[in-house]
């Protein structure tokens, strides 16, 4: 656990600018005219004896927004948040019944720029033991853990595409078993292998 944590922070420090889902695509762009909004997630590590890794998030097909994509805990930040990291820890407890007195909050990843408009900060929590999520209805359809060494492997992801607006735009994803992890959530977490390795 100790060696883990000093992992954690070691990459917290690397030095390094934020990302965007525009990054792999160059000439797109949020439009310059356009506020963006502040966003966080919480991105979960789980420590037990068997392991690390990261818990993730299957939003519910219901959903108006991004249905059924993979996602971390999270969302805006609202007006009765003290800053973006009670932000992520609220989600998670509301998204997924992660109390927020479990995360030792390590710091947080760059920030990440969203096609939605949004300026999303990962929050890096450490949980030591066991987690049993408890997904929100209606909100989240699945809670799901992935390995902490396959998605902080750079070389398990992939660059793919598609017509968005008009355009190709490229991404990064990095499927596991049935889980198709792409977008943001891939972009975050590639971003965060890249600070990971030795």
Known sequence: MADLRTRLIRAL???GGGSSDFDLTPGLGVPKRRALR???????????????S??????????????????????????????PVQAALREAEEEVGLPR???DVLGTLPNHITVTGYDVTP??????GDVTPV???GEVDEAFFVPLSFVTT??????????????????YAVPLGPYYIWGATARILRGFADRMVP
Request: aromatic content about 6%; cysteine-free.
């Open 38 to 52: 502040p966003a966080a997630v919480l991105v979960p590590v789980i420590a037990t004896p068997h392991g690390a």
């Open 123 to 128: 929050v890096l929590g450490l949980i030591e």
């Open 13 to 15: 420090e690397v030095p």
């Open 54 to 83: 990261v818990m993730l998030t299957k939003r519910s097909s219901a959903l108006a927004h991004h249905p059924g994509q993979v996602a971390f805990p999270g969302g805006k930040v609202d007006a009765g948040d003290k800053g």
């Open 101 to 103: 007195a479990r995360v």
């Open 135 to 137: 997904p929100e209805a």
């Open 154 to 171: 750079p070389d398990n992801f992939r660059i793919e595409g598609r017509r968005w607006q008009g355009m190709m735009r490229h991404y």
